[in-house]
């Protein structure tokens, strides 16, 4: 049973910086697919950046790259099954919460961001406010 778990969300001034953790269980991430999203209030749900455990390839959405940037842990620090989003120069309308999904592919990066993916985790609330 795979479990995903999110974790350093909060509240944070516009211009701030938050790390969120998934950390994963009840799997071995190789060859799986890892994706953030986010759902903002009365928005849709959209997919912001993934990476592929079967080759390490990352993407980030146009919408907000060169501002987060995601990364996985590993075997030396042991935690090689916790990936990590690190959110910089947030913006009011970064608020939402945000969910971390697993794909048994780690072909599904980034079409998983669209199509969506198997397993998810609660979610962790981001806001961005002064």
């Known amino acids: 049973q795979v479990q995903l778990v999110e974790s350093g969300g909060g509240l944070v001034q516009p211009g701030g910086s938050l790390r969120l953790s998934c950390a994963a269980s009840g799997v071995t991430l190789d060859h799986y697919a890892i994706g953030w999203f986010r759902q903002a209030p009365g928005k849709e749900r959209e997919g912001v950046s993934c990476?592929?455990?079967?080759?390490?390839?990352?993407?980030?959405?146009?919408s907000v790259k060169g501002r987060l940037a995601i990364s996985r842990g590993n075997a030396r620090d042991n935690n090689k099954n916790t990936v990590y989003l690190q959110m910089n120069g947030l913006k009011p309308e970064d608020t939402a919460v945000y969910y971390c999904a697993a794909e048994p592919d780690g072909n599904n990066c980034p079409g998983g961001l669209s199509r969506g993916m198997d397993y998810w985790g609660k979610g962790t609330l981001v806001t961005v406010s002064s």
């Open positions: 990476i592929s455990f079967s080759d390490g390839r990352t993407y980030v959405a146009n």
